[in-house]
């Protein structure tokens, strides 16, 4: 973690981006802009279970080809 006195410091972004990557942030965002945790969680878990499940089929299935 970061202490204070290094979040507090204002380093001037021109500094460390290159000239031809370097925008202005953007202060306004449209008014119907939302971003649905929900459904961003869900499909990262349903990926982490899905790998996890043919993790355990595999195994699984060396098990049985050993009997």
């Given at each position: 973690?970061?202490?204070?006195?290094?979040?507090?410091?204002?380093?001037d972004?021109?500094?460390?981006?290159?000239?031809?990557?370097?925008?202005?942030?953007?202060?306004?965002?449209?008014?119907?802009?939302?971003i649905?945790?929900?459904?961003?969680?869900?499909?990262?878990?349903?990926?982490?279970?899905?790998?996890?499940?043919?993790?355990?089929?595999?195994?699984?299935?060396?098990?049985?080809?050993?009997?």
């Amino acid at each position: 973690m970061q202490g204070q006195c290094v979040r507090d410091q204002k380093i001037d972004p021109k500094k460390y981006y290159p000239a031809d990557v370097y925008r202005k942030p953007e202060q306004v965002w449209p008014k119907d802009f939302k971003i649905d945790i929900k459904k961003m969680i869900g499909e990262k878990m349903a990926k982490q279970i899905e790998a996890k499940a043919e993790q355990v089929i595999d195994k699984l299935g060396k098990v049985l080809k050993g009997k």
